[in-house]
Nanobody, 123 residues
Framework: QVQLVESGGGLVQTGGSLTLSCAAS????????SGWFRQTPGKEREFVAV????????YYADSTKGRFTISTDFAKNTMSLQMNNLKPEETAVYYC????????????????WGQGIQVTVSS
């Protein structure tokens, strides 16, 4: 059974930084693409960033490019999202997920999800 558990969320001021972590059991991050999504009430879950199974390439939403960094630690079987210069509109529940097949930018392509963790950016 695959389980993903996020940690590291919380409250941060505008312009601040936060690092989210996702720990996996039952499957390794080296097997396939893995990514981060976020969701605010009343909106669809949106793509944030994705990293390849080998960890060699990563892709970001335009809104996060240059400020967020996704990475994996195969020894610990964890995935992280370093978020810098955070904005109030980025307040959301953040989810880590493991890709199954299809476009890495859409939620339907992922079959394993964490429970989500709240990130609140105060203005």
């Amino acid at each position: 059974q695959v389980q993903l558990v996020e940690s590291g969320g919380g409250l941060v001021q505008t312009g601040g930084s936060l690092t989210l972590s996702c720990a996996a059991s039952g499957r390794t991050f080296s097997e396939n693409y893995s990514g981060w999504f976020r969701q605010t009430p009343g909106k669809e879950r949106e793509f944030v960033a994705v990293i390849t199974g080998k960890g060699g390439s990563s892709y970001y939403a335009d809104s996060t490019k240059g400020r967020f960094t996704i990475s994996t630690d195969f020894a610990k079987n964890t995935m992280s999202l370093q978020m810098n210069n955070l904005k109030p509109e980025e307040t959301a529940v953040y989810y880590c997920a493991m890709h199954r097949m299809g476009s890495v930018y859409v939620t339907d392509s992922y079959n394993y999800w964490g429970q989500g963790i709240q990130v609140t950016v105060s203005s």
